[in-house]
């Protein structure tokens, strides 16, 4: 994704020549700004945790397809997700009840503590803040057209 410039300048985590202290110092000298220059503002503040615990299997599955992964890696991937048991862990030991991916009641994503944890929480943040992007700059737009703000990732 960061071969292709897919990620928006706007994401620090997980990038080479980030630093995370950047958004911290960013935010500040944003609100000393608008403080000192009387301006108003909203700010919105999202906090992500249990991300993965929260992606949308279909469309990351869709979204690596997009991005050239093959389709024997997201089946695999898929098929992991969808038939893999969940036992809970204690220190009174391992639950011998287990919980898998039903239809009643679904899982989503690669749960904490997954590897590709990351990197699909980074296509998904591709994802949102292009189509959020997309509608802020569409504002006043009177055309219906269904342009992707990513061409790469359009479906």
Not at 60 to 85: D, F, I, N, Q, Y
Not at 102 to 119: N, R
């Amino acid at each position: 994704m960061e071969d292709q410039n897919l990620v928006p300048e706007m994401q620090y985590g997980s990038r080479p020549g980030k630093l995370c202290i950047t958004p911290v110092l960013n935010k500040q000298l944003t609100h000393d700004i608008i403080r000192q220059t009387k301006q108003m503002a909203a700010i919105i503040e999202n906090d992500a945790v249990g991300c993965y615990d929260r992606l949308m299997d279909p469309l990351l599955l869709l979204a690596m397809r997009r991005l050239g992964v093959p389709e024997t890696m997201t089946k695999s991937l898929g098929l992991t997700w969808s038939h893999t048991r969940h036992a809970i862990k204690t220190q009174y030991g391992v639950s011998t009840i287990t919980y898998t991916n039903e239809p009643s009641t679904p899982l989503f994503g690669p749960s904490q503590g997954s590897t590709t944890g990351p990197t699909l929480w980074q296509l998904s943040y591709v994802l949102l803040t292009a189509s959020t992007l997309a509608q802020v700059e569409k504002k006043g737009d009177t055309d219906d057209d269904d342009d992707c703000p990513v061409p790469s990732l359009k479906f």
